[in-house]
């Protein structure tokens, strides 16, 4: 129960940080509200008044009718209107909140977890209700002061026909039964339901469609998405019509409880004991019981489904805390000063079994650049993950100028941190835009940027566009054109450029779509400039499995399982005869 209070202060506190007045301004709602029962007591009193030939009443009840309906069409149009200009900022506040924690979190290891990405997907899917919670909450707010109201009517009438709600209040526990079955339903439709969007996303997905025709996996895909839907829909129909089950049940109990009431005032009616009044104010105003007293309850039951949504984003501000919490604050090291030191790293990624990475160490001296050789799935990648903090190893250190790096605060180091990977990010802005990204503060710097392409070796790419670098990419925009894979991978390595005095560059075979001389030249005047001109010790890794670029690093690791089996120069490692002299004869004779 504090948990719901909590929730519900959690939307109220966003309302009025979002927008106080009008936050004050939805409470006309729940006013007019107040004005169903007063109707009621009005009208019975105007027929009171023409039955005795009472002027008086009859006017007070005239005038008070009008008051009524009157009050009660301002509020409501007024009041709403206020509400919707008030639920829509919620949503935007909601909207805003809940990218800003997911998108904030550093790293990647809580993307690895089932959990989260199954909260985070109801949370996505929550959001228009979050959106909408203000207007749960007034309308919870509407039905329980229309309620109040109508009980003073009643008792006006007759204490008695107050008992009327006692049939009305099994609609509460069957509310929360139908609330906990749809809750129930909703989380076991989660998975399954993620895997449907997933496989909608690849039957759409342009860059899937050539593997997909090729391989025939067109209908394959559709019968999975056909066999996820159903999964994911099944328990929420199930839900629903148990949910329609109950409906009917409270229905049935009210309307009993509606005729014994009316009966009961008629009967007195018949006996002298009530006016004509009292039985058409019955009449009216029990009608509203079934309203005012189901009516807190729908409201309860919406309001279920927002808190719930309101505390799956307190679990996402608790997790995005936690997740933060045990990260270090210390600023990034100005240079790399004796270099960067794994101290016996291991690896597994979260919920995984398997060790990725074993009893690593080595020491990478400054300036020098590294290049990671093995096989696929050896832990090359791995290792870059780890450098540039996108996930925190799971034993032993990362030293960087001697300093642990899980110290220092991630955004700090990232700050100091480039690279371009394998899958590199393909972002539909202008083409000069779209490489300034790699270092924000200069991202509209022409000539910063056209260096960086120029290091990149791909100075000319802008005269390849229509518009050169104001030339929209991405062909579903006006204008807009698509690139080659090479060309987003020249302005991936472009960004990778872009920042003036990195401590680390990683590059996780970025060049896949390059030719192996391109890619050997590029990486040949790359390191040349990263050994002479740095004054910080940046260390450039590049993992490639192409042995012609790899054999100019000043130092190369050769990971195999999780271990580093040989490190030295390409000299020393030939010299040495082991797995990496292995594994450049077979690509020199494969070459041949
Ligand atoms: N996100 C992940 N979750 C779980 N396991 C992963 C994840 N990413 C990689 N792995 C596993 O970790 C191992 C090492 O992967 P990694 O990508 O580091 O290899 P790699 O040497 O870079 O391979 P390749 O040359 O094919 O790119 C593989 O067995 C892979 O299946």
Same mark, same amino acid.
């Not at 007759?158 to 009327?164: A, D, K």
């Not at 996108?390 to 700090?412: I, K």
């Given at each position: ?12 506190? !966003? ?9 004050? @301004? ?6 007019? /509200? ?5 109707? %009621? ?7 009171? @008044? ?33 509400? !919707? ?14 990218? +800003? ?27 228009? &209700? ?20 109508? &009980? ?36 076991? /439709? ?54 329609? %089950?109950?409906?009917?049940?409270? /229905?049935?109990? #009210? ?12 009967? +007195? ?65 100005? /240079? ?15 919920? &995984? ?13 400054? %300036? ?5 050789? @093995? ?18 190893? !799971? ?28 899958? #590199? ?10 490489v300034g990204l790699g270092d924000l503060p200069r991202r509209d710097d022409d000539r910063a940027v056209r260096a960086a392409l120029a290091r990149a070796t791909s100075a000319d790419l802008f005269g390849a566009l229509p518009r050169g670098p104001a030339t929209q990419l991405g062909s579903t925009w006006p204008d807009g054109v698509d690139l080659s894979t090479g060309q987003w991978q020249q302005l991936a390595l472009g960004r990778a450029l872009m920042r003036p005095d990195p401590l680390v560059v990683c590059f996780d075979e970025p060049t896949a779509s390059l030719d192996a001389p391109t890619e050997h030249a590029l990486f040949e005047r790359y390191a040349a400039t990263a050994r002479a001109g740095r004054a910080t010790g940046a260390v450039t890794v590049l993992v490639s499995h192409r042995f012609s670029t790899v054999r100019s690093a ?7 399982? %999780? ?12 010299? +040495? ?7 450049? &004869? ?7």
């Amino acid at each position: 129960m504090r948990e719901r209070w909590a929730e519900l202060a959690l939307l109220v506190r !966003t309302a009025v940080r979002t927008d106080p007045w009008r936050s004050l @301004g939805s409470l006309l709602e729940p006013l007019g /509200s107040l004005m169903f029962p007063l109707f %009621g007591w009005f009208l019975g009193l105007a027929v009171d @008044g023409l039955l005795t030939h009472d002027g008086t009443r009859l006017t007070t009840a005239v005038v008070g009718l009008l008051v009524t309906i009157a009050l009660r069409y301002v509020a409501a149009y007024v009041g709403t209107a206020i509400r !919707t200009g008030l639920a829509e900022r919620v949503g935007f506040a909601f909207d805003e909140e809940i990218a +800003r924690l997911a998108g904030g979190l550093p790293g990647l290891a809580h993307q690895e977890h089932a959990g989260y990405r199954d909260r985070l997907e109801l949370l996505r899917q929550s959001q228009g &209700a979050l959106g909408q919670s203000l207007n749960h909450v007034v309308a919870t707010a509407n039905a329980l002061v229309g309620a109040l109201g109508t &009980a003073v009517v009643l008792v006006l009438v007759h204490p008695l026909v107050l008992l009327l709600v006692v049939f009305a209040l099994p609609a509460l526990p069957l509310a929360a039964l139908q609330q906990r079955g749809h809750a129930r339903a909703e989380e076991t /439709s989660a998975a399954p339901a993620r895997l449907a969007r997933h496989l909608r996303g690849l039957a759409l997905d342009p860059r899937a469609a050539p593997e997909l025709r090729v391989f025939g996996l067109g209908q394959e895909v559709l019968d999975r998405l056909d066999r996820a839907w159903t999964t994911a829909r099944r328990p929420l129909h199930r839900a629903q019509v148990v949910a329609f %089950g109950i409906s009917a049940v409270r /229905s049935v109990v #009210f309307a009993v409880g509606f005729g014994l009431a009316v009966g009961f005032v008629l009967w +007195r009616a018949a006996r002298g004991q009530a006016g004509a009044g009292d039985v058409v104010t019955a009449v009216v105003v029990c009608q509203q019981v079934q309203n005012q007293v189901l009516g807190p309850a729908y409201g309860l039951a919406g309001m279920g489904r927002v808190l719930r949504a309101a505390g799956r984003l307190r679990w996402l501000r608790a997790h995005a805390a936690a997740v933060t919490a045990g990260l270090g604050d210390r600023p990034a090291p100005e /240079s790399l000063g004796e270099g960067i030191e794994l101290s016996e790293v291991s690896f597994r990624y979260p919920g &995984a079994g398997t060790w990725v990475l074993r009893d690593v160490s080595v020491r990478i001296p400054p %300036g020098t650049v590294v290049a990671v050789v @093995g096989e696929n799935g050896a832990g090359k990648s791995t290792l870059v993950k780890l450098l540039t903090r996108l996930y925190e190893p !799971t034993r032993g250190r990362v030293l960087v100028a001697g300093t642990d790096l899980a110290e220092v605060s991630p955004d700090a180091w990232r700050r100091r941190v480039s690279g371009a990977f394998q899958d #590199f990010a393909r972002p539909e802005f202008r083409a000069a835009y779209a490489v300034g990204l790699g270092d924000l503060p200069r991202r509209d710097d022409d000539r910063a940027v056209r260096a960086a392409l120029a290091r990149a070796t791909s100075a000319d790419l802008f005269g390849a566009l229509p518009r050169g670098p104001a030339t929209q990419l991405g062909s579903t925009w006006p204008d807009g054109v698509d690139l080659s894979t090479g060309q987003w991978q020249q302005l991936a390595l472009g960004r990778a450029l872009m920042r003036p005095d990195p401590l680390v560059v990683c590059f996780d075979e970025p060049t896949a779509s390059l030719d192996a001389p391109t890619e050997h030249a590029l990486f040949e005047r790359y390191a040349a400039t990263a050994r002479a001109g740095r004054a910080t010790g940046a260390v450039t890794v590049l993992v490639s499995h192409r042995f012609s670029t790899v054999r100019s690093a000043d130092l190369i690791l050769v990971v195999d399982r %999780g271990r580093i089996a040989e490190a030295g120069t390409h000299a020393d490692l030939m010299r +040495r005869a082991g797995l990496y002299a292995e594994l450049y &004869a077979m690509q020199a004779r494969s070459h041949a």
